[in-house]
């Protein structure tokens, strides 16, 4: 054999793997291994057994002719083992979840079945609705029914939670813990195995016992899952039983359980949270702080409080009311163990990076007191000195966010960046978000709302649908092709509420092209509404069938 003319790597591989497996005992195996080596080196360094050359037929073909004679006979030869105590897998855990209709059950499998999401090599997508799209928005409302996963469907939901990172935690709770026990079986499925786990792999949470054992010897996501039903129900047990064996959990474990403690997180959890403020992870220590920020009667909250007020105050020497600002000038140790990041990112100056990390850690109760008694609105209102005005509003942003403050998110909206507006709208109750949004894209239109939409909650509430159906509307008319406006579209298909298809109905028609309009625009808009028709009616139908 020559290294141009090697044997295919398959018959190589699987015959030096049945060499190793049946050991190198007896003449037989002897000529096994002359065969393997000679296949491994090549037959220009080393020559096949004379045996098996005949006349006529080159040293390579000779070769590839003795290895598939060998192989047929050791796999007729081989004698199978008795089966080995453990051998056989223990028998999947029963889902008692109720089972999914018919009609639910096979539009599950055609949405398996075109999960992938459609080519970018075209603007044109037809009329038919994206089903890929579809697919979250149908395992959130199967979770919502409590149905169990159709064992038949497991293998096609587990490789569509593997392709799409997006689906894991509707798929895998909609798996249930039938789910987990076949991702065992498949090393293509071990992300199951390290993700969250649906509540059907939980036992019943009043069995002290059961949940002892499952959180000493479960598997990595059923003990998350596990403590994060705990906190829901009893946040204090929950915290607890993580205490329990905090200190010998690896590190990207403690982060993870650390994490779960976002639920019903409470004063009561502030020693626990202080404590690993000192852990030896610095991913650790800074989920603590960020967790601690967001008690606002911590010791943490106090301290940063204390170094955010040094720094920030009334100018009582401006000829009108303003702020001034006098960023820290070092991060030290106690700073640092508070979490404060004391390198800041390329571009950014240290005592800018310094500041806005303990403004954004101190509750946002102590400004009003430390600025003349005055309401967020006004406080935001205030001039500030020396060009620190970015820096501070943009940490109040990320405060009012992490604390869920109402009144700081309404009073910073209206200045804040595109992304940091569509956080601090999240904040607001979805009724005011609503409302909001939609006056903006009525003034605005839809350039800029697609971040804003995102927000919201599904589906669409009023005035919020109607909104963007007008000014899709409104961009039709105007002539230009819809593809600058894909984004949007894809997120009305999947957050209109499926009762504006009617009144997108009327919209479908294709309109006259006119001197002002794209070259055919006005068939691209049809198209587009006709695939947001079918795509809301479809919507309707899926509920229909989870409904049954």
Request: charged share 25%.
């Amino acid at each position: 054999m020559t290294r141009t003319a090697s044997a295919p790597a398959g018959v190589v591989a699987e015959a030096a793997a049945t060499a190793l497996a049946e050991g190198s005992n007896g003449p037989a195996a002897a000529r096994w291994k002359d065969l393997v080596t000679s296949a491994l080196l090549g037959t220009d360094r080393r020559t096949p057994p004379a045996e098996i050359l005949a006349p006529g037929v080159d040293e390579p073909m000779a070769l590839l002719d003795a290895a598939a004679l060998h192989t047929v006979r050791r796999r007729a030869g081989l004698v199978p083992g008795p089966a080995a105590e453990g051998d056989l897998p223990e028998p999947a855990p029963l889902d008692g979840r109720p089972a999914l209709p018919g009609a639910a059950t096979h539009r599950l499998t055609l949405l398996l079945a075109d999960r992938a999401a459609p080519s970018a090599g075209s603007n044109r997508r037809g009329t038919a609705p994206d089903l890929a799209e579809l697919l979250p928005q149908w395992l959130a409302a199967a979770n919502a029914h409590g149905y169990a996963a159709p064992a038949a469907a497991l293998p096609a939901l587990l490789d569509a939670a593997r392709a799409r990172t997006d689906l894991r935690p509707q798929a895998l709770t909609f798996a249930g813990a039938r789910g987990l026990w076949l991702a065992r079986w498949n090393p293509d499925w071990k992300f199951a195995l390290r993700g969250g786990a649906g509540s059907a792999a939980l036992p019943d949470l009043t069995d002290e016992g059961a949940v002892g054992r499952l959180w000493d010897e479960g598997l990595f996501a059923e003990r998350v899952a596990l403590l994060s039903a705990l906190r829901a129900l009893d946040g204090a047990r929950g915290r607890a039983l993580l205490e329990s064996t905090w200190a010998t959990e690896r590190a990207e474990d403690r982060l993870m359980f650390l994490d779960t403690l976002r639920t019903g997180l409470h004063d009561e959890d502030e020693p626990f949270l202080e404590a690993s403020l000192s852990d030896r992870s610095r991913n650790v220590r800074s989920t603590a702080a960020e967790l601690l920020s967001g008690l606002p009667h911590s010791a943490l909250a106090a301290r940063m409080a204390d170094r955010a007020t040094t720094c920030v105050a009334l100018d009582r020497l401006a000829a009108r009311p303003s702020i001034a600002v006098e960023a820290p000038y070092a991060c030290d140790a106690d700073m640092r163990r508070d979490g404060v990041t004391a390198t800041p990112p390329t571009g950014r100056g240290e005592r800018s990076w310094w500041l806005s990390q303990l403004v954004e850690a101190a509750p946002l109760d102590v400004w009003p007191g430390r600025l003349g008694g005055r309401t967020p609105a006004e406080i935001v209102a205030l001039p500030v000195g020396d060009d620190w005005r970015d820096d501070l509003h943009a940490a109040w942003c990320r405060a009012a966010i992490t604390q869920r403050d109402a009144d700081w998110a309404r009073a910073l909206t209206a200045g804040a960046t595109l992304s940091d507006r569509a956080r601090l709208l999240a904040v607001l109750p979805s009724e005011e978000r609503a409302a909001r949004v939609a006056s903006f894209i009525a003034s605005d239109g839809l350039s800029e709302a697609f971040q804003l939409l995102a927000v919201c909650a599904v589906p669409w509430a009023e005035p919020l649908g109607g909104a963007v159906v007008d000014a899709l509307d409104i961009a039709r008319e105007a002539g230009s092709y819809p593809w600058s406006f894909s984004g949007v579209m894809g997120l009305a298909e999947r957050c209109l509420s499926p009762d504006a298809a009617d009144r997108l109905d009327l919209l479908t028609a294709t309109p006259a092209d006119t001197e002002d309009t794209s070259p055919g625009a006005g068939g691209y808009w049809s198209e587009a509404f006709r695939r947001l028709v079918a795509t809301l009616r479809l919507r309707a139908l899926i509920q229909e069938e989870l409904a049954a």
